[in-house]
């Protein structure tokens, strides 16, 4: 995987092959960010990564400027992976190992962006839980956005607060907000 724009543009990353992870391709990514970018000054926000892995999202966060960004990781390993990626590239990402669940039931801090990238081979409850926990405790700012990736055979668009999903390859990302 590799950084895509920013202070870190062209950075490969290589992720241990032991991971537990499925990282989000980078066109998939640079498509993304296309969108983020045109309604957000990165500079400005507050993100938090969810289901992060390998920090992939993080990163590309960072290294466009935002400050404020929390990755949560149920497994070892990927929380670890962050730890020292971000500390070699002198990036500011908070790590919280943690069931993410469990995380979102507990957590009261307010973001702009919430990403998540669940398992593809969640089931559809599962997936459901993530829009279902952020809009009950408010973990989002008024014109914030929950992001969650997941595989094109899999439909959100019945979900409560779901806005409209891109396709990019296998990958679709849909948008929900207040």
Same mark, same amino acid.
Do not use: W
């Given at each position: 995987?590799?950084?895509?724009?920013? %202070?870190?543009?062209?950075?490969?990353?290589?992720? $241990?092959?032991?991971?537990?992870?499925?990282?989000?391709?980078?066109?998939?990514?640079?498509? %993304?960010?296309?969108?983020?970018?045109? !309604?957000?000054?990165?500079?400005?926000?507050?993100?938090?990564?969810?289901?992060?892995?390998?920090?992939?999202?993080?990163?590309?966060?960072?290294?466009?400027?935002?400050?404020?960004?929390?990755?949560?990781?149920?497994?070892?390993?990927?929380?670890?992976?962050?730890?020292?990626?971000?500390?070699?590239?002198?990036?500011?990402?908070?790590?919280?190992?943690?069931?993410?669940?469990?995380? %979102?039931?507990?957590?009261?801090?307010?973001?702009?962006?919430?990403?998540?990238? $669940?398992?593809?081979?969640?089931?559809?409850?599962?997936?459901?839980?993530?829009?279902?926990?952020?809009?009950?405790?408010?973990? %989002?700012?008024?014109?914030?956005?929950?992001?969650?990736?997941?595989?094109?055979?899999?439909?959100?668009? !019945?979900?409560?607060?779901?806005?409209?999903?891109?396709?990019?390859?296998?990958?679709?990302?849909?948008?929900?907000?207040?």
């Amino acid at each position: 995987m590799r950084i895509i724009s920013g %202070l870190y543009k062209g950075r490969r990353i290589t992720a $241990p092959k032991k991971l537990p992870v499925r990282p989000t391709t980078d066109m998939a990514k640079e498509a %993304l960010f296309n969108i983020i970018n045109n !309604q957000y000054y990165f500079d400005d926000i507050s993100v938090l990564d969810l289901f992060s892995g390998t920090g992939n999202i993080s990163y590309e966060f960072a290294s466009r400027g935002t400050e404020h960004i929390t990755a949560v990781d149920e497994n070892y390993g990927c929380i670890k992976f962050i730890n020292e990626t971000a500390d070699a590239f002198d990036m500011d990402i908070s790590t919280i190992k943690s069931d993410v669940f469990k995380f %979102l039931e507990k957590s009261k801090q307010k973001h702009s962006i919430i990403f998540a990238d $669940p398992p593809y081979n969640f089931e559809l409850a599962a997936f459901s839980k993530i829009p279902e926990l952020v809009f009950k405790n408010e973990l %989002l700012e008024e014109e914030g956005i929950l992001i969650v990736e997941h595989s094109k055979h899999t439909d959100l668009s !019945q979900l409560e607060h779901y806005s409209h999903s891109k396709s990019y390859g296998g990958n679709m990302f849909s948008f929900f907000s207040k």
